[in-house]
C-alpha cells in the first residue's frame, strides 16, 4: 500500500481537513489483521478502509485505489541482484556459489547471494554480510584532495592525513558553526532544507550531536515529535532525566547523557534492555526486535508472541523490581522503549555518517573554492546546482567568482584557481562538460590537443582554424553558442563576436551590389560590422537581456547583471504606495511559465523570476481564481520572457514549506 502514495506523490487523509502519511492505514491493518491469514475483499469492505477509500477518491478521482490494492496484493514490488550485500568465506564452506576475488590472498572468494530471506540464515551459522555502498561523497573527498594537493603544492598523503578519523580533529568550531548556518550544499546525509533547520535548531556542536540528528531526521521521530522532546532537553539541561524517577535515571544516566536523556539510538535501548533485564548478549538482538515488532507478532502468531513476552518483558519487569524500581515505572520505561524503538537508528550507521559529513564539511569550511568544484563535478545536474551554491556563497561572505571557460583554456571539469595563498579568494570556472547545447562531437573537437595547439590571436584567425576537417563539428551554432556565453570575449563584446561569426557563416549577412541590368548572376558582399550588428538586433534583439537569459539556458545562473535592475527605484515607490501596503513587490526578468493541473484538479501557472531582490531564482503562483484579475492573456504573453513588475500576497498555508507568494498583478515593462 505504501507504494500506492509513494508512486502517486500523495499523503493519505486522515481526517476531513488533514493529510498525513501512508502509516496511518498500514498501521490499522496491523493492528486488526492477521498477515498470515489475510483477506484482500475482507480487508477492503472493512467500514474503516471503506471510509478511508472514499476519502482518497475526493484526492484522487482519477485513481481506482481498490483496483490497485487488488492488482498489487500478492504480486512482488521488485526482485533484484543487491550488488553490495557480500559474505567473505574461506573456500572450503561452500555455502552458495562461491565468485573468485581479484588479487586478493587472505579471502580470495566471494558468495554472492540474494538479499531476502539470506541474512537470518547467514546469521544462525555464524557469518556476517556486508554492505558495500558506493558513495558520490567518497569521490568528491578524492577529487578536493588531489586538487588542494596540487593548489598549494603539496604531496595528496598529507592532505589526505587532515582527514584521517584516527588523527582528525573532530571539533572544531567553525565547521560546525557551518553546519548550524547551512552551508551544506553538497554534504552527505545534511543538505536538504529540512535537516538544515534541524541542525540550526539543535545548535549541533559535537560528531554526536550530528550522529543525532541523522537518527532524528527521519519519518517516524519528526512526525511524532521526538526531535522536539530531545531538542528540548539539549537546551535545558535541567529537565534531563525528569522524565524518569530519581533511582532509574541514575541506573542509566551514563547510556543516556550523550542523547540528552532519551535514547535516541538502537544500541542504547539494547544497553538499558542489559542494565535493567539483565539479558546477555545473546539475548540483545531478540529483545530489540521484540520490542519494535512484538504488536504484530501477538496479531499473526499469540503463542510465538506470549514465548517472546516472558523471556524479554516479564525477565525485564522482574529484574528491574530486583534492582529496587516500581513495578509501575518498570512498565512506563518498558512502553517507552517500545515506542522509541519504533524511532531509534543504529548509532553505529548514524555517527559513520556524521563523520564522513564532518570530513566533507571540513573542506566546505576550510577550502570552499576547492570543495565547491569537486560538488559540482560529481553532480548529476549541475545547472541545478549551481545557483545554490553561488547563493551559499554569497551568505557566507566570501570571494569566489564564477566564470566562463574562454576558448584557450577548456577544462572538462570545474576548476578553482586561488588567488594567492587563500582558497576562500579566487574564481570557479565553469566545467565545459556542463554546458549546454554544445555537442559530444564538437567538445571532443575543443578539448583535443590538435586545437589547443592552433594558432589564432582573433575571431577571423578563430574562424579559419575552424574550417579545417578536424575542427568541423565547431560549427556556426556552437561558435554563436560560446559567443552568447562569454567564451570568445577575449575577442571583442558579446555583440561584436556573434556579428563576426553570422558574417563568416551565415549567407543573409550580405549586401547585394548594384550591377549593370544585363547581368543575371547577382554579386554580394559580406556586411561590414555595423551592419551586422544592427541586423542581428533586429532579428534576435540582441540586448542584455538575450545573453543573461543565453547564459541562464547554457548553465542553469547568469553572472551579468539583471537587466531588470532599473526597475529597482520602481519597486521602492510601489513598496512605499498604501495602495500596495502589506503586499509584496518584485521584479525581474522571467525566465519560465507553465500552465499546471494541481492535485485537485485546479489549473495554476507557475512563473519563474530571475529576480531583482533574490540571487536565485523565485517561483510566483496564479491560481484560477486569480486569472481573470491577473489576465490569462497577459500570462500567456509572459513566454515571451519579459521584463516585467510582480505584486503578490505571501502565502501561509503551509508552515513547512518556504515561504510562497500567490501572485494578484502583473505588469509587463516595455
Known sequence: MKYVWKTLDIRYPNSENSLRSSDEISKYLDSNYNILKFDIE????????????????????????????????????GISVHAGGIVIVDPSENIVPLVPLVDNDIAPYASAFGESGSTKELESIGKIKFDMLGLANLRML????????????????????????????????????SFREG??????????????????????????????????????PLQNGFDELVIAAKRNPHRQGTQYSAKLYELIKDILTKTYSYPVFEEQIGLIGQRIGDFDDSQLNGFRKFLKDGKVIKISNPEAFRKKEEEFHDQFITNGLKKGLDEDEIEQLWSSLVQFSDYSFNASHALSYSLLAYQTQYFNTVYPGYWYSAVLNQTKDAAKMLPNIMRQIRQRGISIQFKMPQIRNIHDQFAFKMNGDDPSNGTVFIGFSSIKGMGEVATENLKSDAFKTAQFNNIEELLEVCKENKFRAVNKTVLLTMANIGMLEEFGSMQEVRAQILIEKDKDYRVELDQDEGKKRKKYRPMNLDEAMEKDFQDNHTDDLFFYQAQQEAIGTSFMPNPAMFLKDKVE??????????????????????????????????????????????????????????????????????????????????????????????????
Not at 146 to 168: C, Q
Not at 188 to 213: A, P, R, W
Open 573 to 670: 515607490e510601489l513598496s512605499n504606495n498604501d495602495r500596495f501596503d502589506g503586499l509584496h513587490i518584485d521584479a525581474g526578468v522571467v525566465s519560465d511559465v507553465k500552465l499546471k493541473l494541481s492535485k485537485r484538479g485546479t489549473q495554476y501557472y507557475t512563473i519563474r523570476l530571475s529576480s531583482i531582490s533574490n540571487p536565485e531564482p523565485v517561483d510566483y503562483f496564479v491560481w484560477e481564481k486569480s486569472f481573470k484579475v491577473v489576465g490569462e492573456d497577459k500570462l500567456e504573453a509572459l513566454k515571451k520572457f519579459d521584463k516585467v513588475l510582480i505584486v503578490g500576497h505571501e502565502n501561509t498555508w503551509d508552515e513547512r514549506r518556504d515561504t510562497t507568494y500567490n501572485v494578484d498583478e502583473i505588469i509587463i515593462v516595455e
Open 183 to 220: 552551508y551544506t550544499e553538497g554534504i552527505f546525509q545534511f543538505s536538504s532544507d529540512g535537516m538544515t533547520k534541524l541542525l540550526n535548531d539543535f545548535e549541533v556542536e559535537s560528531i554526536y550531536d550530528l550522529g543525532i540528528c541523522n537518527a532524528l531526521y527521519r519519518p517516524g
Open 42 to 77: 475482507d480487508f477492503l469492505a472493512d467500514e474503516y478502509v471503506q471510509l478511508q477509500i472514499k476519502k482518497f477518491a475526493k484526492i484522487r478521482p482519477d485513481v481506482d485505489l481498490p483496483l490497485m490494492l487488488r492488482t498489487l496484493y500478492k504480486n512482488l514490488s
Open 142 to 177: 578524492h577529487d578536493v584532495v588531489r586538487s588542494v594537493a596540487a593548489g598549494f603544492g603539496m604531496p595528496e598523503k598529507t592532505i589526505y592525513n587532515k582527514i584521517d578519523p584516527n588523527e582528525m580533529d573532530l571539533e572544531i568550531p567553525e565547521v560546525y558553526e
